[in-house]
């Protein structure tokens, strides 16, 4: 892997972010609301209103309006919540925070469980192991999130008063309190996960472990430990990267349903209620970071792929 690979990697996110940019900065623009109407009222006068959009830049044309607004992005200033009137970004940003810290948990319990039904089921492939991880997954992936949240509600918060129905508390105001709160969200949000992850990790692995090479290590000598840990496993979990890289950008934005069944102040929640009260700043700044989130665990993503598959040469 060289440095030109990498140079080239990060000029591709910043291209994408410039066009995402530029896409949601156009789409606000079409979404039927006035910023001065949200900010004054619909009882203000026309005078008053007028000298808001002037103030603000409304007037401006739509090109400088985009310039203006993505030179406050570069400095950091996403702008002014239309509905709240304070700034937008330290808002978006923990909201930011409490969805990385359940897309974390998430991710690690996922990883945890996914990887070791994946391996079982390669090993133990076409018995009764393989079957029931077959069946597990298929359970996992026909069950939306919704469906699950509102199961594990019922049967572990409500009926058997194991954990707390919903809630979120900071892990850095009470560890125990919001871990606590976390056990079921994490649950809901990684079994759709798991079921993806053990399937690849076992059709991967199958194939891998029939490659002229797991053969060569066998004929050898190597204990078949180590050929399927040592050789086997590593090959196998390189396309697992790319699904956890993928898996983020669900986390941040795609489970929204489970923040709000849990009330869970993530910033996929935030989002939505942007979108419902058409809070136009909230709306471009949320896409904008959710999208250089996903972008920068994505470059990530392909740099570790480049530095384990040392079969490719990447320029």
Known sequence: MSASYILKRIALIFYTLVVVSLLVFAITQ??????????????????????????????????????HWAGGVLQGDFGTSLRTGQPVGPALFSALGTSLTLAAFALVFMLL?????????????????????????????????????TLAVVLVADWWKLLPPAGYVPLTQDFWGGLERLILPVIVVSVMMIAHVSRMVRSELVDVMHTDYIRAARLKGLTPRRVLFRHGLRNAL??????????????????IVVEEIFSIPGIGRSLMSAIQARDLPVIQAGVMIMATTYAVVNFIADVTYAWLDKRIQYD
């Open 113 to 149: 469980l996914a990887i070791p039904m994946g391996i079982i089921a390669a090993v133990r492939r076409g018995k009764f192991a393989d079957l029931s991880v077959s069946f597990i997954s298929y359970i996992g992936v026909s069950l939306p999130e919704f469906v699950t949240a």
């Open 30 to 67: 079409i979404l039927p609301a006035d910023a001065a109407v949200m900010m004054l009222g619909e009882n203000a006068t026309a005078d008053a209103l007028e000298a808001l959009r002037q103030q603000m830049g409304l007037n401006d044309p739509i090109w400088l309006q985009y310039l």
């Open 238 to 255: 390189l396309p697992t990267i790319t699904i956890v890289a993928l898996d983020v950008g669900y986390l941040l934005g795609g489970v």
